[in-house]
């Protein structure tokens, strides 16, 4: 009889966790134990900001299995407290060390899993160690935070970096009544959204009152004599603060890797092939410590997020357990919500696009409902659709808004995984009730505007353009409309008045034609080209507009 498969895995949360149990799944006969350096395994880090806000009242909540459950459920030896320190890859052993003891110890594997997740950033700057500055990635640490929020009664907060780990502790803490505010070091809030789909997101967090300074770093922490922080930038200023909370990205957690001579990326992720395994056949890693290729632009890149490093662990199993597995790459599908705004992406942005030397693409931008306007409550999505401008290809989509943002950012995601192009999402069908969405769901109607263009029915304008074009501006809302707020030189030719008006047009002059939403502009541009206008349409329209000038 074959002597039973021995496999050690390294870190018991999301990655790990979910080896171990699909691994006993597909072989009753292995021995399998988890190691983590934490006193907890399987937890869930993605409810880590809501529990600090009270949202998730009891921290066991956040338990999803106890190294209990592992063993008596599934026969699976879970190591908690113990952190692997080191990977003998000549003998096939690992080192570990018990963090109750100090014991060092060594273990056997046959295979060996490394999902030790990612570090924290933490600003080298002064003052990062002092009391009261908290970064986010454990149970203990969201502890630490709530009892220094329960025994401190802090009022005001800053926290460092606005992406979603930031975003969505902002909010936790002006639930918990904080004055918050946020410092990021670039010039938008959510680095994952192109900076003009930021744009709702940065005055929703105005509107919330919160203070937000882009564009800037922290260059030092301070304490005072009573214990209260002073946060000072780059740029001079300074904010006093009673707790702070560093959010500025994270870090793969590849040492263990690196010091055993395994292969790490230039983002210093640990290099897997598409089976996850590591340049050592022996040994296979996922989740956030592992680099992978991006699908839509091929390049190798971090994607720090739970749903890829659960794809990621039952491929690796798989692979170690002889079957066919094949790690299609990850597109960076997110969603993440605060004050009641939802935003969400999935493939590359243009930022992405230009960052992989890819120029072959074109973004358009609507606002529609998130369901029929006839039915009450419709809210409106702000979505960016980017695709090949040769073949129709979806590369990207991004969108803001209060309802019915994750549904179609699910369907684009899976559109991009199948390679659809724009001509398929036209012929989508999604289900609709009123109070769901429409009839032309916002998901078939970015497909439309995608391919009004790619047919050549509509020719866009370039907003980034906008303040040197010699073009005719012409805007086609209402006179109300155009009186409340309009873009600088345009003039107003509503669009029932066109027809009657065409006379003032310029033959010889290009004109961008623009409306609220981008639809009346697009009859507008039909109209005047079959009467031989050289015409464009702003893409989106005002609303777009003040995502690119705020
Ligand atoms: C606050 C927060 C909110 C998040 N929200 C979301 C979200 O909404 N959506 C989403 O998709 N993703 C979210 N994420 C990211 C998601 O949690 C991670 O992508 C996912 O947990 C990665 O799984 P992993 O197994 O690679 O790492 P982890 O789940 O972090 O597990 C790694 C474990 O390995 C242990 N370890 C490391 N080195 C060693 C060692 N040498 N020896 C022993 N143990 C070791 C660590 O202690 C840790 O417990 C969030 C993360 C955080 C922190």
Request: hydrophobic content about 40%; charged content about 25%.
């Amino acid at each position: 009889m074959n002597q039973p498969k021995r496999v050690l895995i390294v870190g018991a949360v999301a990655g790990g966790a979910s080896c171990a149990a699909r691994l006993r799944r597909l072989d009753e006969q292995a021995e399998i134990v988890l190691f983590d350096r934490g006193p907890f395994a399987s937890f869930a880090n993605c409810g880590l900001p809501y529990y600090v806000g009270g949202v998730i009242e009891d921290e066991r909540q956040l338990l999803l299995a106890s190294p209990d459950l592992f063993r008596q459920r599934f026969n699976i030896e879970v190591r908690t407290r113990n952190e692997v320190a080191a990977i003998d890859r000549s003998r096939c052993e690992i080192e570990a060390r018990d963090l109750a003891t100090g014991r060092l110890y060594r273990e056997r594997y046959d295979a060996l899993v490394l999902s030790p997740g990612a570090t924290p950033l933490r600003p080298q700057v002064p003052g990062v160690d002092l009391p009261g500055i908290f970064a986010l990635r454990t149970i203990p640490d969201s502890r630490d935070i709530r009892e220094w929020i329960q025994t401190r009664r802090p009022a005001r907060a800053v926290v460092v970096g606005a992406g979603l780990i930031g975003l969505e502790m902002t909010e936790n803490l002006v639930r918990r009544g904080l004055q918050v505010t946020v410092v990021e070091r670039l010039p938008q809030v959510m680095p994952a959204l192109d900076p003009e789909m930021a744009e709702p997101v940065s005055r929703r967090l105005e509107t919330n009152r919160v203070a937000l300074h882009l564009d800037d770093a922290v260059s030092a922490f301070e304490a005072d004599p009573n214990g209260a922080l002073r946060v000072t930038t780059h740029s001079g200023r300074s904010f006093a603060a009673d707790l702070v909370i560093l959010a500025a990205g994270t870090r793969p957690e590849s040492d263990l890797a690196k010091a055993a001579g395994l292969e790490v990326g230039s983002s210093g992720g640990i290099r897997v092939d598409e089976s996850m395994r590591t340049s050592d056949p022996r040994i296979w890693a996922v989740g956030d410590a592992v680099e992978v290729r991006d699908l839509v632009t091929g390049q190798w890149r971090l994607v720090p997020l739970a749903g890829p490093a659960q794809r990621q662990a039952r491929v690796a199993v798989d692979s170690i357990c002889g079957r066919e597995a094949r790690f299609r790459g990850a597109q960076g599908t997110m969603v993440c919500g605060f004050f009641g705004l939802t935003v969400a992406l999935t493939g590359a942005t243009e930022k992405d696009l230009r960052g992989a030397g890819i120029s072959d693409y074109q973004a358009v931008y609507l606002h529609p409902g998130s369901h029929a306007g006839y039915y009450p409550g419709a809210k409106p999505l702000h979505m960016k659709l980017i695709f090949r401008r040769g073949d129709g290809r979806i590369l990207g989509a991004q969108a803001v808004g209060e309802e019915g943002v994750e549904k179609r950012i699910d369907v684009l995601a899976v559109a991009i995984q199948k390679q659809a192009t724009v001509f398929d999402l036209e012929e989508c069908e999604l289900c609709y009730a009123p109070q769901y969405g429409a009839a032309k769901d916002p998901v078939n109607l970015a497909g439309m505007v995608a391919a009004n263009v790619l047919r050549g029915d509509v020719q866009l304008a370039p907003w980034e353009e906008l303040p040197q074009t010699v073009a005719l501006l012409v805007d086609v809302r209402d006179p109300d409309e155009f009186a409340a707020g309009h873009i600088d030189g345009a003039v107003n030719v509503p669009l029932g008045e066109l027809r009657r008006r065409i006379g003032e047009l310029p033959r010889e002059r290009e004109i961008w034609v623009y409306c609220e939403l981008g639809q009346r502009s697009y009859y507008a541009v039909r109209f005047l080209r079959q009467n031989g206008f050289q015409v464009r349409n702003l893409s989106g329209g005002y609303q777009t507009y003040w995502g690119w000038y705020p």
